[in-house]
């Protein structure tokens, strides 16, 4: 799958039973490879910005949040499988921008 070049998190959200985490997600930050376009295979998730860009402190932020124990913890309850759909994923109550950049200031990049 070829996507736009650009800011967002990388997302592999389907596990072994033996791994820690359920979701296993990095920053990508636009430009830290060359080309208009990036090539992902089909077991990652790119999570951009609809509307825009996202900002880089926001990308780490929400990886953050996405690879955190709080989050496994939470899936792990509302789904004992070792694969988390999309639809599941959309539907995560996830913090507002500001909290992101927040997080996303407070780790190291």
Excluded: C
């Excluded at 402190?57 to 509302?78: K, M, T």
């Amino acid at each position: 799958m070829l996507v736009p070049n650009r800011t967002g998190v990388l997302l592999r959200r389907f596990s072994a039973k033996e791994e820690a985490r359920r979701l296993v997600a990095a920053p990508y930050l636009r430009g830290q490879l060359p080309g208009s376009h990036l090539g992902l295979e089909n077991h990652l998730n790119y999570v951009y910005a609809v509307e825009g860009e996202m900002q880089p402190e926001q990308a780490v932020g929400l990886a953050a949040l996405l690879s955190s124990s709080l989050l496994d913890h939470y899936i792990r309850i509302q789904n004992g499988h070792t694969q988390v759909n999309a639809s599941e994923l959309r539907a995560l109550p996830l913090p507002d921008w500001p909290q992101l950049t927040a997080l996303g200031e407070s780790e190291v990049i």
